[in-house]
């Protein structure tokens, strides 16, 4: 892998690394996205993952949690109604408010990526000595932890 200007920090040289290794797994994620009906973008499933997480969400907050403007974000909202897999109401406080729900048949959708998923990663881990599984889980756990910490800072 070539970089541009590689500092010279062991830390950035493990960064490198991650990415590198990051890409088997992003791989399997894609594919598990791809091969499991309905087939839907990225950004699709990022809505429908929100709005599962947070059902009733408003439009304004979907288009923050997926970081999308609020007129690609009721386009989006659309298209995933006319599929069936998410509904608008109005909010029972503000008749103004949509908030978004999904369907059983978005729920399903996403239960099943999510099965399929661990299937791929059951898959892959089951080649892999069971001690390296549980420091990579391990490890896994700790990047969420300082992740989420370093998104939190940069809301600040």
Known sequence: MSRAEPPEDPLYEMACEVTEAAGALMDIWERSAQSTPPRLSPLQLRALVAVQGAPR???????????????????????LEAAGLLRRDRADSDRREIVLTLTAQGDQAIRALADQRCRAIHEVLGRVPPEQCRELLDGLRAFTRASGSALSERER
Request: aromatic fraction near 0%.
């Open 57 to 79: 969400i408003n439009l304004t907050r979907l288009a923050e949690d997926i970081d999308a403007a609020a007129p690609a974000t009721s386009r989006l909202c659309d298209r």
